[in-house]
């Protein structure tokens, strides 16, 4: 993974409740690779009653901050190293906005799906749109692809997707029901009426952001 030192703490910092609803009613056993400070865990802890919750976060500062909120958590680099021996199987495990900073996401899912998802357990990604019209038209009329330090084209982003690469990267062979949804088009949103009035046209150049769920066979 690229370095996260010019990070601010908010990047790391806020749980992610857009995901609610792709989960199951029980949560389980919870794995969270890239789990910032750990928002998201202690939310799942408080309304989803996970019954254990792990994460794993490359930058110590904000693994630090998770330990407040999770009953494990290791500081590692999840591409280049597995969790301490002995961790079991999950019933959860969320990828969120953290697959597209790895150098080979293809071979990261493979490893979680094999080694870490138990049988009929849940996998949660979200994803990045580079397609979204704010890079799409900055591309095609300016002939721009500027780098920031958050947002779709984060700076330390190595891996870039669209709702088809999306659906191809989770699109595993032990996995089933899978489903992508874009992110902020819940009912009564501007965006959400404005996609029934295109109907659906446009739907791919509005979303900022793909949530991914799918089940482990079995």
Known sequence: MQSYVDKTDDYFAYARKEIEPLLPPQCGRV????????????????????????????????????????????????????????HGLFDL?????????MV??????????????????????SLPNVRHYSVALSLLLQGRWEYEDAGLLDRTHLRFFTRNTALRLISHKDLEKVQCVGAEFERGTRKSWFNTLTAGVFKDLLTYQYLLCARKKG
């Open 104 to 125: 080979n996401p293809w071979t990261v899912m493979d490893r979680l799906v094999a080694d870490y998802l138990a049988p009929g357990g849940t996998l949660v990604l």
């Open 31 to 86: 794995l969270e690779i890239g789990c910032g400070s750990g928002a998201t865990l202690g939310w799942l802890r408080q309304t989803k009653q996970a019954s254990h919750t792990v994460g794993v976060e490359i930058f110590e500062a904000a693994a630090h901050s998770a330990r407040a909120h999770a009953e494990e958590v290791s500081c590692l680099d999840f591409e280049k190293e597995d969790l301490p021996q002995g």
């Open 93 to 101: 495990v969320l990828c969120l906005d953290v697959l597209e900073h």
